[in-house]
């Protein structure tokens, strides 16, 4: 690859014994009220000699930094993410392995992490991590991936086969009334009141 290759590969799971772990912290951002945290729990389930599960969860909420003083809003582009992943692994050979991945996982946000300057000089318009909105620009996404991985090792090469499913989800509330002005001085006419619009996304 030109621009170098990152591979990121989720452990899978294992027949040889029961294993647990949970993990949390807490995190601070300049200019925030808010305090942050990460919740991270994973549990490994032998089934059989030959089969088992593997289920991961996670809580990250990340503090935002931007502020709304006309409506009274602090830390709007505050960011909880959370979801879990699970698989299901048989190896009946040595040789031979089955695995079944699902993946759920939803972000959610108050505001976005714009900050209103002034187009000719690029300063801020009234302090350096502020805008002002007339309404909420909540957010959201949400994803969701499952995968069939089958491996089957011949001696001198080999077999792999993977079938995935995704689907992805993005909808985001925008207000627009601070472009009316410069909608408006462009086409030298009064404003025609668009204050708001709905972003819907969907990629499957």
Known sequence: ALGGLLKYVTQGPDPSGFDARVQ?????????????????????????????????GYDPLYPG??????????????????????????????????????????RRWDGMSFVDVNMNSLSPLTCSLCQGRDADQPGSSFLTFYNVLASWDLGSLTLTSSTTYDRWQFRQFQDLIGLNATADALKGAPGSGLWGVMVDFDYT
């Not at 995190?27 to 289920?55: C, E, F, K, W, Y």
């Not at 931007?66 to 959370?82: K, V």
């Open 65 to 106: 930094y931007i502020d709304d003083p006309a409506r009274g809003a602090q830390d709007i582009n505050q960011m909880h993410i959370y979801g879990g992943r699970a698989a299901i692994q048989w190896t009946p050979t040595n040789t031979f392995s089955l695995r079944f991945s699902a993946l759920d996982q939803e």
């Open 24 to 56: 949390g912290g807490v995190s601070t951002v300049a200019h925030s009220a808010d305090t942050g945290h990460a919740l991270h729990g994973m549990i490994n389930v032998p089934l059989t000699q030959d089969l088992a599960i593997r289920a991961v």
